[in-house]
């Protein structure tokens, strides 16, 4: 079964300062990745999707993120981040099947980011 | 754009009362998602739909009831309220299976 691990539940950092919000999944096929932002009392929007090609993806608002095969992780970055990110971030992944198709996707339990003035 | 659109935004029920959260969507997609999100716990699918006529359980159906008569409405229902189904529900669609789903803003629920 798929799974995706988010193990920080709680990131503090301050503004303008660069940060790194981990996630890891377990699954040895092929894998779509996603990581997804929820600003306060609204519901999550896509920040960026691996699906295939470049490991490198880069999304909205300065995010970017790197698909690692071999450490099976998704780590999501940004350089310096703003109030504005302040934001709890979700990593989520769908894996493929043996009889085709792809599983439905499951998601991390969160990230919170907390950008400290 | 409306995109996905849910209602209410906040409910109390009592023990034992139901009710029907709404969601409808105006993209054209075919597939539509209803989730419950708990703190430190992400989002649990309830149950999903390929189209309309077709639905089919999530990881945590129990409790829940759907249908999905058009392809821009799918309402949840709830039956018999149980203080365990407190909780934030979303419901999301996507053109395609496991793409880009987008979200409406949420129901938040209480049942006391």
């Known amino acids: 079964a798929q799974s995706v691990t988010q193990l920080d539940s709680q990131v503090p950092v301050f503004e303008e300062a660069p940060v790194e919000l981990r996630c890891n999944y377990s699954s040895s096929v092929s894998v779509y990745l996603f990581w997804y932002v929820q600003y306060p009392n609204q519901g999550l929007q896509l920040l960026l999707k691996?699906?295939?090609?470049?490991?490198l993806v880069k999304g909205i608002n300065g995010f970017e993120a790197e698909f690692n095969k071999s450490q099976t992780s998704f780590h999501l970055r940004k350089p310096s981040v703003h109030i504005s990110d302040t934001a709890e971030y979700f990593c989520a992944v769908s894996s493929s099947l043996t009889s085709g198709g792809y599983q439905k996707v499951t998601f991390g339990t969160g990230t919170k980011l907390q950008v400290i003035p | 754009n409306a995109g996905v659109t849910q209602t209410p935004k906040f409910r109390i029920l009592k023990i034992g009362q139901s009710m029907t959260l709404q969601c409808t969507q105006d993209m054209n997609h075919n597939y539509m998602y209803w989730y419950r999100q708990d703190p430190g716990m992400g989002l649990k699918l309830i149950y999903y739909?390929?189209?309309?006529?077709?639905?089919d359980k999530g990881e945590v159906p129990n409790g829940y009831n759907v249908s999905r008569s058009t392809t821009e409405d799918f309402p949840l229902r709830l039956e018999l309220a149980a203080p365990s189904q407190t909780s934030v529900y979303f419901c999301?669609?996507?053109?395609?299976?496991?793409?880009?789903?987008?979200f409406g803003q949420g129901t938040r629920l209480t049942v006391v």
């Open positions: 691996y699906l295939s090609g470049s490991t």
């Open positions: 999301a669609s996507s053109n395609r299976m496991n793409t880009e789903a987008f």
């Open positions: 739909s390929v189209g309309a006529g077709i639905t």
